[in-house]
């Protein structure tokens, strides 16, 4: 048995006003093949040049180990000099990941290689971030705090995405006071006997190559699996839906502090908590 899942529509190119219409209205994701080849990035980012621009640098990284209540909300695991990362990128598969790197902050020349398309959404302009992977390593199943609206930018390689809306949540065992769902569930492969609330789940994928761009629509959850090592940049645009945008200030203002303190008062028991309530309610849905 496999999730059930969509492929993701795919377009050469889109106007903005079409983007609006057939996209950003309905809330539906949508792969744009060839909107960033005039970019100097589409011919230029590959990780030799990061390596190049950026080798100097200490970056934060992230590995799929369990939550640990020691560890603060998005804390990294490890940090490592940007070059040894890429070489190690390079020569063998690692788990580890860079998550959120702003490199507008970190490495401004990078903001020379790309312009801030126009698809009508106002981006964040101090908000581009990038991702980076080694092959095979992945993201949790989440979504973004912020629920913004994502366009993610893929450069050298192959990623696989699987992408859910939130009227998915009753399915994925979303763990409660966060933005991830139980970290055990492999969405590559799952074990359907151990998750069955997953079988009715309705989602979308798609396979990101070098120079495309994805849309995903407000909050919705994403799971990423570098095929190949690779890297992406996400460029975002602020949450319209209003139900979405108190979602993502009640996240930012009350939900991971809370979160964070109920880590410092109640150490383990509380991630043992969330990780059986996850199970516990995704089940009652189905009783
Ligand atoms: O591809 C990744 O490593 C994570 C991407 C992501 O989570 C995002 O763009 O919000």
Not at 50 to 56: F, H, R, T
Not at 105 to 113: A, C, M
Not at 213 to 240: D, Q
Request: hydrophobic content about 35%; overall charge positive; some cysteine.
């Amino acid at each position: 048995m496999k999730l059930n899942l969509q492929d993701i529509p795919r377009v050469k190119n889109i106007t903005r006003e079409n983007f609006i219409k057939h996209y950003f209205k309905p809330q539906k994701p949508v792969v744009i093949e060839r909107c960033i080849e005039d970019w100097p990035a589409y011919t230029k980012w590959n990780l030799d040049y990061i390596k190049q621009v950026a080798g100097d640098k200490t970056v934060p990284l992230y590995d799929d180990r369990p939550v640990d209540y020691k560890d603060g909300f998005n804390q990294a695991h490890a940090t490592m000099k940007m070059s040894d990362y890429v070489d190690l990128l390079k020569t063998k598969p690692t788990k580890y990941r860079i998550f959120l790197y702003n490199i507008l902050k970190e490495v401004p020349q990078l903001q020379k290689d790309f312009t801030f398309p126009d698809f009508g959404l106002k981006l964040m302009k101090g908000l581009p971030m990038l991702f980076f992977g080694g092959k095979d390593s992945h993201t949790f199943m989440h979504y973004d705090i912020d629920l913004a609206n994502i366009f993610h930018f893929h450069f050298q390689g192959t990623k696989q995405c699987i992408l859910f809306n939130q009227e998915q949540n009753k399915y994925l065992y979303k763990i409660p006071h966060s933005l991830i769902v139980r970290e055990d569930i492999n969405f590559s492969n799952p074990d359907f006997k151990k998750w069955p609330a997953l079988q009715h789940a309705k989602g979308y994928t798609t396979e990101l190559k070098h120079g495309e761009v994805l849309y995903m629509p407000e909050g919705y959850w994403h799971y990423m699996k570098y095929l190949t090592p690779g890297f992406s940049m996400s460029l975002r645009a602020i949450a319209r839906n209003p139900k979405n945008l108190s979602k993502a200030i009640y996240n930012i203002i009350i939900m991971r502090h809370f979160d964070n303190l109920m880590r410092k008062l109640k150490g383990q028991k509380w991630i043992d908590y969330k990780n059986k309530q996850a199970i516990t309610k995704t089940n009652k849905n189905f009783s």
